[in-house]
């Protein structure tokens, strides 16, 4: 067991199978997902199906609000109208390979900004596990009512 995470346990384990790869199928463990996966158009695809980019994009901004949503309620301030919307882009990279770059724009209406800023930062930076996952390896951009975090 790797001590990179600093993981005093596992609360829970999420199980996918894909087969096929970009141009197969993956389905959950307890069948709740089950989706085709196609290349996209941009890479030279077909389209009509899924990608992990999408899936990533769609787990980092749920468990983003999720812990935005937890910093809120931490520090008693109501963000009921919270959302995340997040890009996730993926191309070559200057070495070899490819890459990834994500993009989250939170939006909490009615939030003061120094305060919407400061929940936001305490998010990414203490507990959003996308984002500890995502720090040192991936570029990520995020913004909060418009404001980009520094």
């Known amino acids: 067991m790797s001590n ?5 346990e596992v ?8 087969a096929g790869g970009r141009e197969g199928h993956v389905e959950s463990d ?3 997902i089950k989706l085709d ?4 158009k941009e890479m030279g695809g077909n389209g009509g199906g899924s990608n992990p980019e999408q899936l990533f994009a769609a787990g980092y901004a ?11 309620g931490q520090q008693k301030v109501k963000v009921d109208g919270a959302s995340v919307a997040s890009s ?9 390979g490819f890459g990834i770059k994500v993009k989250l724009e939170v939006s909490l209406p009615g939030v ?25 390896n991936v570029d ?3 913004s909060v009512n418009g404001k980009t975090l520094a």
Do not use: M, W
């Open 140 to 142: 990520v951009d995020i």
């Open 37 to 40: 996966l196609r290349l996209p």
């Open 30 to 32: 307890d069948g709740l």
């Open 11 to 18: 609360l829970y384990t999420a199980h996918a199978k894909v």
């Open 112 to 136: 003061d900004e120094a305060q919407a800023l400061d929940i936001v930062k305490t998010a990414h930076e203490k507990v959003c596990p996308y984002s500890h996952a995502t720090r040192g």
């Open 4 to 8: 990179l995470s600093n993981l005093k």
């Open 88 to 96: 996730v882009g993926i191309g070559p990279r200057n070495d070899s």
């Open 62 to 72: 749920a468990c983003f609000e999720g812990a935005v949503r937890f910093v809120a």
